[in-house]
C-alpha cells in the first residue's frame, strides 16, 4: 500500500504541475492521466475473475477446498472490477461534459463499457441475495458470459466508427502520446495496478477468513447433532 501511495504521489505531481497543459483541450485534458490507466484496468482484472471462476468450476466437486479458494479470488476481483469500470465511467463523463458538451452518448466504446459494469454489479448482487444452493455456480457462469464483453470493449473502437477518440496506444502510425506525457501516465499506472492488487489481495483474504468460519461453525455444529445424550 505504501508503494501505491507513493506512486499516486508522484503520478499527481507530474500530471497537475509538471506536464504542459494540452493545446486543444486546456487543464481538462489532465484527465487523461486518471481515465486511461483505470479504464485499462478496468478490463485487466475481468480476467483475473474469468481464470478464478473457471477454477471454480472445475473444481467445485473434484477438490472443493481449492473451489473455495478460487472462489474467493473471483468474488474480490469482481468487486475491484466494479470499482475501477465505475471511476472509469465517471471520469469518462466528466472528460466528455468538457470535451463534447454532453454527459453521455450512446458511443460503442460507452455502451459497451456501461454493460461490462452491468454484468459485474449484476455478479455482486446474484452472490449477496441469491438463496439458492447454486450461487457461487451461477456466479461463475455468468462470470464466463462477462468476460466476452470486455474484448469488444477494447475492440470497439477498432471495429466501429465512433465518437470515442481513436486507441492512444496501438492504434496505428499516428497513435502514442508525447514523451513528456509518458512520466505522468506510467507513474498513476503504477499506482492504480498497485491500488488494485492490495484491495483484491485484502478482500481475498477477509474472504477466505469467513469461509474458514462457516466451515468451522458447520464441523461444530455437525459434532454437537452426533453427541450422545447422557
Same mark, same amino acid.
Given at each position: ?66 473451489? *473455495?479458494? $478460487? ?8 468487486? +475491484?472490477?466494479? @470499482? %475501477?469500470? !465505475? &471511476? ?49 455456480? *451461477?456466479? $461463475? ?8 464483453? +470486455?474484448?469488444? @470493449? %477494447?475492440? !470497439? &473502437? ?73
Amino acid at each position: 500500500m505504501e508503494s501505491a501511495s507513493l506512486s499516486f504521489a508522484v503520478g499527481f505531481r507530474q500530471a497537475i504541475f509538471l506536464v504542459p497543459t494540452d493545446a486543444a483541450q486546456g487543464n481538462v485534458g489532465r484527465i487523461f492521466y486518471y481515465h486511461v490507466p483505470i479504464a485499462m484496468l478496468s478490463l485487466i482484472f475481468p480476467y483475473i475473475n474469468f481464470v478464478a471462476s473457471l477454477f471454480y468450476l472445475y473444481w467445485r466437486r473434484r477438490d472443493p477446498l481449492k473451489a *473455495l479458494t $478460487a472462489d474467493a479470488l473471483a468474488l474480490s476481483t469482481a468487486e +475491484v472490477t466494479v @470499482v %475501477y469500470s !465505475s &471511476i472509469c465511467l465517471l471520469t469518462g463523463m466528466l472528460w466528455g461534459r468538457a470535451t463534447w458538451g454532453i454527459w453521455w452518448t450512446w458511443d460503442p466504446r460507452l455502451t459497451s463499457m456501461l454493460l461490462l459494469w452491468l454484468l459485474y454489479v449484476s455478479y455482486l448482487m446474484l452472490r449477496s441475495f441469491s438463496s439458492t444452493g447454486q450461487t457461487h455456480t *451461477l456466479a $461463475a457462469v455468468l462470470s464466463v458470459f462477462a468476460a466476452v464483453d +470486455v474484448p469488444i @470493449v %477494447y475492440m !470497439s &473502437i477498432r471495429w466501429w466508427r465512433t465518437q470515442h477518440p481513436a486507441p492512444v496506444f496501438g492504434g496505428g502510425p499516428d497513435s502514442g502520446i508525447d514523451p513528456s506525457m509518458l512520466p505522468a501516465f506510467y507513474w498513476n499506472l503504477a499506482g492504480w495496478t498497485l491500488w488494485g492488487i492490495c484491495i483484491v489481495l485484502f478482500r481475498f483474504a477477509l474472504e477466505r477468513r469467513r469461509q474458514l468460519a462457516e466451515q468451522e461453525a458447520a464441523l461444530q455444529a455437525i459434532e454437537a447433532s452426533l453427541e450422545i445424550p447422557q
